[in-house]
């Protein structure tokens, strides 16, 4: 199965260099590719990379490779910011929904992360760096996610993103309704569409109630000791909501109709808070304006619909449209197999739309950054962005493009060559 | 439901009259091979245990007047074994119990009903009449829990003798329980939502001994809180007095339960860990009371397509050769049977993936001991320590050797008789 790379041999000098790499401090010098940095610079050809303690230290066209660097010969390949998934269920460890409760904003799944799940290598090999992973959609409000660095190797803690803000799984429509799939036991409220606005509705009224306990309560913490009440009962699942409403936590909306995506804003305006992505959101074509004037991202499929009555509705160009109506769109996986190459989805962007070349890598770079709040961080080639590149045998979305090697913070975790070789 | 006091063992066979008196046990056993495990092993050696306790072991130990005096020609003494987390003495599970083992004795409990219960007691539920079998393979001491639920309450640590369950008790409560597992049809129903509860759990604990240490500061003129018996059963494990044990089955567990550790500043040791090999230098670094289970292929979830029985399979495989991975890491640890149907055949097979005999031995006397706070009074044959001892007819924790006597509390327990008795002890006591 491993084919050999053609001439120039890249993975071949991969394979030398990647276990100083893994080590090292030293720079590392990533030369003469094609660079899509899908930042300010453009496109850079036969330019070079310059890492320093995992952070871009340089790039350019006329950038040197430092005296003592490691130097990764990228001369015919691609080089871009590594793949970010803004839907995931990678890694999680017994049961990505906890389904037993319409409300669960307790649950993390940063508490069960499986920091040996294969997948994360295999999407390694389909240059995702990146992925945000979230709990089921079985419930109107489910757990708080957890965005991952593919840090292969590394232990559960160690994948985890710092920094990156906190962030909660919504889902509306026929999964928290149950009219998609079941679960044993008693039937729950919600059975309806109603039924899931009213349970959202309910918990933050709830979470309203719990902030104003802890303020009543902080205001009160300065007098004696002797007359200072007893603080409230902390509650997980009201304190998340109470952190949503604050801005804090970032909502992922499951969605697909449009009636609900509007349902959905007219909701969180009214409480004051932001829908950060509408996920799949087969339909926000139909609401791109209402979506774009939110402020909410939209991270939906490329091509992928009619697998239920509520997906019926959709169109290969919904990312194109929304796109032009000035939503940030992303296409992710939601798949740890699609995961592996999502290059291919953005690719389909530009045959259905027009979306241009770089517009659509950025929606599954840098929008999906700005989805998840660590464009900062990540999501283009920039100097001072954490060094998180994928290099590509042609232009990414070539049909017989594939991924030579993957680096996370400089450091690469996933090298074909090597990485073949041990199999 | 007496059987270990119908002596029938030729060694003893002069006894009976004297041990049904139970007067005041006192025993010698002579010329025995003894297995200290805290101290060299003497090839021939004397153990002397008066009113319960170890009162002498040595070489050159005289059986003090008015002891019986057993000949342990032949035979090799060991510190009773200790069953660190299980069921030993629950009743058995209901399909078992139908089959009709229970003759007069009444009705089994029924599992508790409540699975998030923490103020459940073991001990409640403790059949002496269930320690038979395990008594009779050498084990004399249990750490008892339910198995089922993600809160089963608390565990008690008794001896395998006595005709009470309140007399077999070492340590009531010993610990507090929260197995890593999922309830079907309500929360919670994954592995993120038990670690929810459980932390949910910890700050209504922490919130409830808050409440009642305001009130009994000045009682007056406040309303009291109201009593909760499972917030109440938290709070010795808060206070520090008493471990969390938390069970679970993946590397990852381990790594949770640290983390609750550090979260709520508590004392916490860990159950089952069939992977814990993999985290020997955390294990080690934190020094956790580690509680292996040899129970290799528990029962699992309906597994869903060929990958899922490979992994299993690795799964397996991995968990027998973790005990001896740890000892090879320098990580000590109770060997537990963790409801497994065969303890020592699950030791056995732990012995075949290479972990030493003299390790496995440790792991269920002085290791188990320590690993359950109890070092100080059992676990190794040492003056002043409880009289728990074993005669086995050969090297302990083989196939062939069968237990020939167990004292439990210095109480001399017999084995039931074998299908195919051996017809001298000399015979039996060669490997």
Known sequence: MTRRPPAGSVGAAVLVLAAAVQAAEEPVAIVGGTILTVGPQGTIEKGTVVIRDGKIAAVGKD??????????????RYVIPGIIDAHSHTAIEAGVNECSDAVTAEVRIADVIDH???????????????VNVLHGSCNAIGGQNAVLKLRWGKGPDDLVFEQAPRGIKFALGENPKR????????????????GVEAVIREAFEEARAYEREWDAYGAKAGSAAAERPLPPRRNLRLEALRDVLDGKVLVHAHCYRADEILMLIRLAEEFGFKIRTFQHVLEGYKVAAEIARHGAGASTFSDWWAYKLEAFDATPYNAAIMAAHGVTVSLNSDSDELARRLYWEAAKAVKYGGVSETEALKMVTLNPAWQLGIDGRVGSIEVGKDADIAIFSAHPFAPDARVEATLVDGVVYFDRARDGSAR | MRRGRALSCLTVAILPALVEGGKEDLYAITGARVITVSGPTLEVGTVVMRDGVIEAVGRDVRPPVGARVLSGKGLTLSPGLIDGFGGVGLPAPPPRAAGGSGGAAPAPAPSPSN????????????????VVQARDSGVTTALVIDREGVLPGQSVLVNLGGDEAEAMVLKQPAALHLHMATLRRQYPSSLMGTEAYARQALYDAVRYRDAWAAYEKSPRGRRRPAYDAALAAWQAVLAGTQPLVVTGQRENDVRRALALAD??????????????????????????????????????????GAEDVEKERREIEEAERNPAELHKAGVPFALVSAWAPDFLAGVRKAIEKGLPREAALRALTLDAARALGVADRTGSLEAGKIANV???????????????MVFVDGRLYEPEERPEPSPSPSAGATP
């Open chain 2, 115 to 130: 699975p998030l219960a923490p103020q459940t007691m073991a001990l409640e539920r403790l059949r002496p009449s269930e």
């Open chain 1, 116 to 130: 040996r799940d294969v997948n994360i290598h295999r999407e390694l090999a389909g240059g995702v760096t990146t």
């Open chain 1, 63 to 76: 950038v040197t490779a430092p005296a003592g660097a490691t130097v990764i010969d990228a001369g015919g």
């Open chain 2, 390 to 404: 074993v005669a086995w007819s050969g090297d302990p924790l083989t196939a062939e050797a069968e237990v020939k």
């Open chain 1, 179 to 194: 009219s998609n799939f079941t679960v044993p036991g008693v039937r729950r409220y919600p059975a309806t569409r109603m």
């Open chain 2, 263 to 304: 979260e709520f500043k508590i004392q916490v040791a860990v159950a089952g860990a069939p992977q814990a090999w993999r985290v020997a230098p955390i294990l080690q670094a934190r020094g956790v009371p580690l509680l292996v289970s040899v129970n290799f292929d528990p029962p699992r979830a309906a597994s869903f």
